[in-house]
């Protein structure tokens, strides 16, 4: 197998305080061509931004921790780096968007030093103050904001102005690698559409490698090649788009998940939620971690943590996968 | 007519020409202007718009925890704007409010059974104490919390069951009408489904009329019988749920229906439809249709005069140039 522009492996999170220990994420796999998006899904909890801030090595110093697996970005483990070294590759080849553009924005600089700036950090070829205006200017005309306004305020913008701003600062040093951490979650609907579709066209005109993280079902359909189910930390299901919409065989959570939003096409007389919660992830359960509220759970899914089963593209870490024709086994990594 | 058909005709939730302008620094707010709506009894009104369109200052204004600039809300015909603060008191009872955050609508303080029981308690609605927690202990198993929750606090519970508080205790007064401000959005979509479900159920078997207020279109065709479509204040479209979604008519419908990223792989390589802009500012608004600024449609007439609600087809009403004959 070919070097992978970015490869996770066997990758464990835990947040540990005197008191407990979050298993935040599990022995989690993936992987990402040059020019791709994956989609990472799932609810509240499930461990997507642990994952994205593990990628950026921005987990709380304090408190979180890898406790097992590699993040290899081209070629490079990136955990065995030096902070120095780190600092160069984060902002300009990997980035990030936050799901909240109020907070990730300086409330006391003009939006056009805060894109500035992040070009002065990393300006390697030596550009000039007026190079670096110009690129200002350009990065904010790409994503559909008048260069004139780079001397207002963020609370000048209204939030779907600020993520474009959020947006322009990550894509200013032409990232290889775009993190977008619930991008559109805080926008109205018409706004969102605006935002979808400019990341879209940007990701495609600069060929950036994405990581679309987003509870929305809708948003993968739209944006994703690959998609990456999470849940309670593990990723329990992952494919190609195509597979994980319309695999000839699916995940319970991830059937549960697609069944328990209101159909915008067909009149249901009632949705069919998953019972129950996901489980404290400072005490996992023993076997499935969705044994408890998957409805086909047997003795087996609650005590023995289930294999993952392969067919083509598609990865499924369930006990109901044994013995199906055309899938094999991979082992529990 | 009858007394009892005489009645069944008239909706138990109405408003004439509702009106709400907030006094801003470089002028008036207009987030509510002229929204008349019907709600039959037992039926669930859908309200959906963007944020800053008034729906939910639409919906407290029909409670009357906002005093209305202009207009009437009838109660069962009973004009409650007019009401002295004694009656409105008793009236209250009928009326509830479902939040979108209950954490920031409850008080952290209490436990879960202090909470439901309050409303009882302040209201004399049972004769004593150990019947309202009685009463409470079997709200709680209404909205499915376990009985085992009731002395612990809010902060310990996760966001669905902190929403079960907030419909026991909505339930707490015996309402006929409540309004569900965003109830679910705040929570993840197996969470979402649970709700919504909840509130379905309820609603049959107590006989409850909803006020719906949502952004979400997916959630709002679920659950309503009809549904009103704001934008800038003013109701721009209004049809039965299905008439909506089956046939959107005013432009800023068709634009909010075409922008929702829909969960269906065959559809990922359709362009979303984008309308340009954003809303523009509800302060002192030009004349004209609100929307023109944004409408690709939009001409002269449209700048210039505030088009009028009127009923397109049987039950679909819209606010539009376009249709006008």
Not at chain 1, 120 to 149: C, F, S, W, Y
Not at chain 2, 80 to 109: G, L
Not at chain 2, 270 to 298: M, Y
């Amino acid at each position: 197998m070919s070097e992978k522009f970015l490869q996770v492996r066997d990758l464990s999170v835990q947040y540990r305080t005197d008191l407990e220990t979050v298993y935040a994420v599990n022995h989690i796999n993936f992987e990402l061509e040059k020019g791709q998006t994956i989609g990472l899904v799932g609810e509240t909890g499930a461990g997507k931004t642990t994952t994205a801030l593990t990628l950026m090595r921005l987990l709380p110093e304090k408190t979180g921790r890898v406790t097992s697996g590699t993040v290899t970005f081209e070629g490079q483990n990136i955990y065995d780096l030096p902070d120095e070294t780190m600092h160069t590759i984060r902002g300009h080849h990997i980035a990030m968007i936050f799901q909240d553009p109020m907070t990730s924005l300086n409330p006391v600089m003009t939006v056009g030093e805060q894109i500035a700036e992040a070009l002065e950090l990393h300006n390697t070829d030596g550009k000039t103050r007026e190079q670096i205006e110009a690129r200002v200017d350009e990065v904010l005309r790409m994503v559909g904001i008048p260069p004139e306004r780079k001397t207002n305020f963020p609370h000048q913008f209204s939030g779907g102005m600020k993520q474009r701003v959020v947006i322009a600062m990550a894509l200013v040093c032409e990232p290889d690698l775009l993190i977008a951490d619930e991008p559109t979650t805080a926008l109205d609907v018409t706004i969102q559409a605006q935002v979808i579709n400019m990341i879209r066209e940007l990701r495609d005109r600069l060929g950036t490698a994405m990581i679309m993280i987003t509870h929305d079902l809708g948003i993968v359909a739209q944006t994703c090649d690959n998609v990456a189910v999470m849940y309670a930390g593990r990723i329990i299901e992952a494919g190609t788009a195509f597979d994980i919409f319309k695999g000839e065989i699916r995940h319970p959570y991830t059937v549960g998940l697609f069944s328990s939003i209101p159909n915008l096409r067909e009149k249901t007389a009632r949705l069919t939620p998953i019972p129950g919660l996901m489980p404290d992830p400072t005490q996992l359960p023993a076997g499935c971690s969705f044994a408890p509220r998957c409805p086909h759970a047997t003795e087996r899914c609650r005590t023995e943590p289930p294999s993952v089963w392969r067919s083509g593209t598609h990865v499924i870490e369930c006990h109901l996968l044994e013995g199906r024709g055309g899938w094999t086994k991979e082992g529990r990594e | 007519m009858t007394h009892e058909s005489k009645k069944s005709a008239v909706p138990l939730i109405e408003t004439r020409g509702l009106k709400k302008f907030f006094k801003v620094r470089n002028g008036l707010l207009h987030a509510v202007d002229n929204v008349s709506i019907t709600i039959p009894a037992k039926n669930t009104l859908g309200v959906v718009g963007e944020s800053g369109c008034g729906k939910s200052t639409l919906g407290r204004t029909v409670l009357r925890l906002i005093e209305p600039t202009a207009g009437q809300v009838l109660y069962e015909g009973e004009d409650i704007t007019a009401f002295d603060k004694h009656q409105m008191r008793q009236m209250r009872r009928k009326m509830q409010i479902i939040f979108q955050d209950p954490y920031s609508s409850i008080n952290p303080r209490m436990s879960v059974a202090e909470i439901i029981a309050e409303y009882m308690l302040i209201n004399h609605t049972c004769a004593s104490k150990a019947e309202a927690f009685q009463r409470t202990a079997e709200l709680m198993d209404v909205v499915g919390l376990a009985r085992r929750y009731a002395g612990v606090y809010p902060h310990e519970l996760d966001g669905g069951r902190r929403q079960r508080i907030g419909i026991a205790r909505a339930l707490s007064l015996r309402p006929k009408f409540i309004v569900c401000d965003e109830p679910v959005s705040a929570l993840d979509v197996s969470i979402q489904a649970q709700i919504l479900n909840l509130l379905m159920d309820i609603q049959d078997d107590m006989g409850l009329t909803y006020m719906f207020i949502t952004h979400d279109l997916s959630v709002v065709k679920h659950i309503s019988d009809e549904i009103i479509v704001m934008y800038l204040g003013q109701c721009v479209e209004r049809a039965t749920s299905d008439g909506l979604f089956a046939s959107p008519l005013h432009p800023y419908t068709q634009a909010l229906l075409a922008a929702i990223p829909e969960p269906d792989i065959e559809m990922r390589n359709k362009k979303i439809q984008v309308i340009r802009g954003e809303v523009t500012s509800p302060v002192n608004p030009p004349p004209g249709c609100r929307f023109a600024s944004r409408c690709e449609k939009a001409t002269d007439l449209c700048r210039a005069q505030t088009p009028e609600l009127i009923e397109h087809t049987s039950g679909h009403w819209v606010a539009c140039h376009l249709y006008d004959k």
